[in-house]
């Protein structure tokens, strides 16, 4: 698994963390780096995501509430939820990851921690996203 893999199930770990407590993910990665000890410290990247999406989520949740066609942000399991707020804050605003990048490392988080219903589903929302950014106003 390369670092930036392993930077994205980390951040992953965080946001589903704070989803489930209802606390902001810019907090509770701070609470972490403060408790984490010296041997595994907050990878760079895990720590750009959690403030790319903090930054961004207000509009990474409208989108999602837009292009799930047929699920509520509540109903939606908060694993998927969470990959999807990670899918599209990278195809969105991380310039470095291509966009099949992006998407194929949600679909593999998907996998891992969710259903193949899930990863089906995660795919087409972040498909379409990816489809239509240029025509997106963020």
Request: proline share 7%; glycine share 0%.
């Given at each position: 698994m390369s670092a930036r893999s392993k930077a994205r199930k980390a951040a992953l770990d965080l946001l589903y963390e704070a989803d489930i407590r209802s606390k902001n993910a810019l907090e509770t990665l701070t609470l972490r780096e403060v408790a984490v000890d010296?041997?595994?410290?907050i990878r760079e990247?895990?720590?750009e995501l959690i403030i790319g999406i903090d930054t961004h989520s207000r509009k990474i949740d409208e989108l999602i509430t837009?292009?799930?066609?047929g699920w509520d942000m509540d109903r939606l399991p908060a694993v998927d939820r969470?990959?999807?707020r990670l899918g599209i804050y990278e195809i969105l605003w991380v310039e470095s990851?291509?966009?099949a990048v992006a998407i194929d490392e949600a679909l593999l988080?998907?996998?891992e921690l969710s259903?193949?219903?899930s990863s089906n589903f995660i795919h087409g929302v972040l498909g379409r996203i990816s489809s239509?950014?240029?025509?997106l106003s963020i």
């Open positions: 010296e041997l595994r410290p990247y895990t720590r837009t292009y799930a066609q969470n990959i999807l990851v291509p966009d988080l998907a996998k259903s193949d219903e239509i950014k240029e025509s």
